[in-house]
């Protein structure tokens, strides 16, 4: 995935760390479900950067999220299991 310049800018880094400092700092969605994660958070578009520039910089359109949240939001988790293809086998 390549990194988008916008990330790199002032008014980014601004709006990022004003809506850290409004979630306090910690994952709304883990705090939602009765868990407190404040380590590897990031600041995340509900509605997507790509499909929305004009909310970019909206704080109503962050949230912070820990890593794990913003990649389950993103569908970045490969499936590390091994499956199995049973044309593989001769039965």
């Known amino acids: ?3 988008n310049p916008f990330y790199k800018t002032y008014k ?7 809506a850290l400092k409004r979630d306090k ?3 709304v969605w883990c705090y939602e479900a009765g868990k407190l994660t404040t380590t590897r958070l990031e600041v995340d578009h509900i509605e997507e950067l790509e499909k929305n520039p ?3 910089l909206d704080l ?3 949230r912070t999220l820990c890593k794990d949240c913003h990649n389950k939001r993103h569908n970045r988790f490969k499936s ?5 293809n049973d044309e593989q ?3």
Do not use: G, P, T
Request: a positive charge; proline letters at 0%.
């Open 89 to 91: 086998f001769e039965w």
């Open 25 to 27: 700092y910690r994952c």
């Open 60 to 62: 109503a359109n962050l």
């Open 1 to 3: 995935m390549k990194s």
């Open 54 to 56: 004009d909310k970019a």
């Open 80 to 84: 590390s299991k091994k499956q199995w």
């Open 12 to 18: 980014w880094q601004q709006k990022r760390l004003e």
